[in-house]
């Protein structure tokens, strides 16, 4: 890693501005994708939809649209005229209704695990997956093995329980074969559910921004498969926007709501401008603010942030590490800027950031019953684009029925070592529960509960953690988010039973 560490461009008529340029910083090489976009608007907030008395009624349509990305005409099949979704407001104990209008062009038909699947284009079947709500996996709620074909519509019916955790979650499809090609051409939104961070002095009363980086891939009017190409010739958007402009003021605080809704980016960025502080990650609020030294979002997670800013009027760039998904040149993301953060304006006096947030659960305890104990071993046959959990390949369609891999016990504890036996990034997510990380490479994670339902797993990591299958009996999946892979197979099923 060559350690850009945000240069900073002094702003032209930036008054007393200073110049500050440290030691060793460089700017990222130029984008070669970005070229001909615009860059560098000021970053806009996507439209939110609130729900009233208790209830959220939305249509979500995916459907053909001409979207703007970074200022060029791009035709795409996203959930709404911005190329991310609006944001879906809820309170705990809310019904959030959505309509899912499947209006996808019919497009073509891959089998199972074909390898030019991602290359063709989009459409057909799609479903919709509350990505981190502890909600049903049973119908009407979140039954990702549902297949809601084109020209059809399909009512969702969440019940979020009173007592669901506040925070961010995201929604996006979630049939086999098609994830990927249907979350690249855009169709993912935030869903925000209230209380928790809000009700604390010094956050909840601050500026709150929800940043939406989704990855996509433009050949000439239209969006492809991100796939279809190595990464450097991927955009990295930010609410659909190329390489925004943050503002803040100096000293200012501002609450940061980070989605990584790419198909695969691990993103990787040094904080720029000021001060980072974690404060909750996969919409499980931490119990203290954890300072920021590096931020790493896995495909498929968010974290809230509070940003305090310096003292020092500028431009930072926010840039995209170096990262080496897999040994090979189809693998390897080049470092790109992604953003600016302008801290700029009449300076404000530095807030004390809050030194507890919510007691969190923890489940190391010696007192927790442990009912089970499994293993999940991510390995991969890159030769035929074969990506496997167990050894199985997960199948789905054209009579292939998935079968339960694990039935664990409603409202019991149990402890998964997750092993990564391949060359290559993969992450884990697992739907309806968070889970706990209490181990990695055998070493016991101290200090406060981590918290997490997407995290990383590096190439022979072995990483143990724990979760309660709280509350809901039914089916459903956990699997790789970099989605090619689950697509080709990385994912299985479990059946929870009374
Ligand atoms: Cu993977």
Not at 15 to 28: E, K, L, M, T
Not at 56 to 77: E, F, N
Not at 301 to 330: I, M
Not at 447 to 462: H, L, V, Y
Request: hydrophobic content about 40%; aromatic content about 8%; charged content about 20%.
């Amino acid at each position: 890693m060559s350690g850009i560490l945000g240069a900073c461009v002094v702003l032209a008529g930036a008054g007393a501005a200073a110049a500050v340029v440290a030691a060793g910083v460089s700017d990222p090489p130029p984008c070669e994708a970005c070229a001909g976009f615009t860059r560098g608007e000021a970053l806009r907030d996507l439209p939110t939809m609130t729900s009233q008395g208790g209830v959220l009624d939305v249509a979500i349509t995916p459907r053909t649209r001409t979207v703007d990305i970074g200022g060029r005409s791009v035709s795409s099949q996203t959930y709404a005229t911005r190329f991310a979704g609006p944001t879906l407001v809820v309170d705990p104990g809310d019904d959030l209704n959505v309509l899912l209008r499947n209006r996808l062009p019919v497009g073509y038909l891959p089998g199972p695990q074909d390898l030019n699947a991602f290359l063709q284009p989009k459409g057909a079947l799609t479903n919709l997956h509350v990505h981190g709500l502890h909600v049903s996996p049973e119908s009407p709620q979140d039954n990702v093995f549902l297949s809601i074909r084109p020209g059809s519509n399909y009512q969702y019916r969440y019940e979020l329980p009173s007592d669901h955790a506040s925070g961010v979650f995201w929604y996006h499809p979630h049939r086999h074969e098609y994830t990927d090609m249907q979350t690249s051409a855009g169709q993912a939104g935030t869903i925000i559910v209230r209380g928790g961070l809000d009700g604390i002095p010094g956050i909840g009363d601050l500026r709150d921004r929800v940043m939406v980086f989704q990855n996509t891939l433009v050949r000439g009017s239209s969006t492809a498969a991100s796939q279809a190409r190595p990464p450097k010739h991927r955009l990295i958007l930010i609410n659909g926007q190329l390489q925004p402009r943050i503002d803040i003021r100096p000293g200012e605080s501002q609450r940061w709501r980070l989605v990584n809704a790419s198909t695969e980016r691990f993103l990787t960025f040094l904080p720029v401008g000021g001060e980072y502080y974690l404060l909750a990650r996969d919409g499980v609020t931490l119990e203290r603010p954890q300072r920021l030294s590096s931020i790493f979002l896995a495909p498929g997670q968010r974290f809230e942030v509070l940003v305090r800013a310096g003292s020092v009027r500028g431009d930072f760039k926010v840039v995209q590490q170096y990262f080496a998904q897999r040994p090979t040149p189809f693998g390897i993301q080049p470092e790109v800027q992604v953003a600016t953060v302008r801290v700029q304006g009449v300076a404000q006096a530095q807030q004390p950031v809050p030194s507890f947030l919510l007691r969190a659960d923890d489940l190391r305890g010696d007192d927790v019953p442990i009912a089970v104990r499994r293993r999940v071993v991510f390995t991969q046959d890159p030769s035929k684009a074969q990506f496997f959990v167990n050894g199985v390949l997960f199948a789905h369609g054209r009579g292939h029925q998935p079968t339960p891999m694990f039935s664990p016990r409603v409202n019991t504890v149990e402890e998964w070592l997750l092993v990564n036996n391949s060359p290559e990034w993969h992450n884990f997510h697992i739907h309806i529960n968070p889970y706990q990380v209490v181990a990695r490479d055998g070493k016991p994670v101290t200090g406060q509960p981590e918290w997490a339902d997407s995290i990383a797993t590096p190439p022979g990591s072995r990483i143990t953690i724990r979760q309660r299958f709280a509350d809901f009996t039914g089916r459903f999946v956990f699997h790789c988010h970099v989605l090619v892979h689950e697509d080709h197979g990385m994912m299985a099923e479990v059946n929870v039973v009374p």
